[in-house]
T-cell receptor, first 108, second 113 residues
Framework: EDQVTQSPEALRLQEGESSSLNCSYT??????LFWYRQDPGKGPEFLFT???AGEEKEKERLKATLTKKESFLHITAPKPEDSATYLC?????????FGAGTTVTVRA | NAGVMQNPRHLVRRRGQEARLRCSPM?????VYWYRQLPEEGLKFMVY????????ESGMPKERFSAEFPKEGPSILRIQQVVRGDSAAYFC???????????FGSGTRLTVV
């Protein structure tokens, strides 16, 4: 069974304080690794898809990287509006398997 | 181009009643997925459907839960004889190919009293 573990569970940052979120996974036949952002009371919002080890993608202050066993989401110089829960998911069969998420709080 | 539409946003049911959750996928998307999210937990896969077919229901409880995606109209997740443990947020996602481009709706928050 696919397993996705995210750490830390929660992260409190000062505005401008860069940090990284980790997503480690065990899956047979990875077809894609997905990052989503979820705000309270809303559905997950797509950020990135990574398909192979070594791949990197960037969007504004976020950068996602992928190795054979884990993915990192780097947040550079975060702002309060980056506060959210960040979800990692793997696709092996025809569905996404999610981790429990990392809740990021950025203080001004 | 509207996103994935779920309704109702909030649903309150008494124990023993039926709950019907609706999901209209994005235009051009024929693959629909249902997920359940309990407080402080991640999203758990329930079922994957294409038009008129259930592709994977490995995450769906064997009793009281059913899902359909008819040729016309929205996908429906039906929960019969609800119990307090069914209280959760239920999310629907759609995809054009089943391989990528998963877009989620805003969810239906079910409360069983």
């Amino acid at each position: 069974e696919d397993q996705v573990t995210q750490s830390p569970e929660a992260l409190r940052l000062q505005e401008g304080e860069s940090s990284s979120l980790n997503c480690s996974y065990t899956v047979s036949g990875l077809r894609g690794l997905f990052w989503y952002r979820q705000d309270p009371g809303k559905g997950p919002e797509f950020l990135f898809t990574l398909y192979s080890a070594g791949e990197e993608k960037e969007k504004e202050r976020l950068k996602a990287t992928l190795t054979k066993k884990e993915s990192f989401l780097h947040i550079t110089a975060p702002k309060p509006e980056d506060s959210a829960t960040y979800l990692c998911a793997v696709q092996a069969q025809r569905k996404l398997s999610f981790g429990a998420g990392t809740t990021v709080t950025v203080r001004a | 181009n509207a996103g994935v539409m779920q309704n109702p946003r909030h649903l309150v049911r008494r124990r023993g009643q039926e709950a019907r959750l609706r999901c209209s996928p994005m235009k051009g998307h024929s693959h629909v997925y249902w997920y359940r999210q309990l407080p402080e937990e991640g999203l758990k896969f329930m079922v994957y459907l294409q038009k008129e077919n259930i592709i994977d229901e490995s995450g769906m409880p064997k009793e009281r839960f059913s899902a359909e995606f008819p040729k016309e109209g929205p996908s429906i997740l039906r929960i019969q004889q609800v119990v307090r443990g069914d209280s959760a947020a239920y999310f629907c996602a759609s995809s054009p190919t089943g391989e990528s481009g998963y877009t989620f709706g805003s969810g239906t928050r079910l409360t069983v009293v």
